[in-house]
């Protein structure tokens, strides 16, 4: 019900490197377990990425596990996705999504979140 704020999306070359960061208002209760998932043109959408934030554990796909690290920081209620090495695969649309529990484990379906970001689009160009 209560948006998400996110920043970050753009263009880029092959090989390159974008951070997305995702923030919540100071009154949002369910910034528990807070994923970003990725949606191509004609996929259906899938997490990439999720992080506990009671905990700091993380979880990644294995598409994107050792290229992409999601992260948050300690004073604020913001999780950033820094992805590494990008190719043409990686263009889509980005959300990130949040929802309480007491954790965070995959697999991540997309309706069981109940807070949602406006998804900015990541092109990469070859």
């Known amino acids: 019900q209560v948006p998400l704020m996110e920043s970050g999306g753009g263009s880029v070359q092959a090989g390159g490197s974008l951070n997305l960061s995702c923030t919540a208002p100071?009154?949002?209760?369910?910034?528990?377990?807070v994923a970003w998932f990725l949606q191509a043109p004609v996929q259906e959408r899938e997490a990439v990425a999720s992080?506990?934030?009671?905990?700091?554990?993380?979880y990644y796909s294995d598409y994107v596990k050792g290229r992409f690290t999601i992260s948050q920081r300690n004073t604020q209620k913001t999780v950033s996705l820094q992805m590494n090495t990008l190719n043409t695969e990686d263009t889509a649309m980005y959300y990130c999504?949040?929802?309480?529990?007491?954790?965070?484990?995959?697999?991540?379906?997309?309706?069981?979140?109940?807070?949602w970001g406006q998804g900015p689009r990541v092109t990469i160009s070859s």
């Open positions: 999504a949040s929802r309480f529990v007491q954790n965070c484990l995959p697999p991540q379906d997309e309706a069981d979140f109940n807070h």
């Open positions: 100071t009154h949002l209760y369910m910034w528990i377990c």
């Open positions: 992080i506990y934030t009671g905990g700091g554990a993380t």
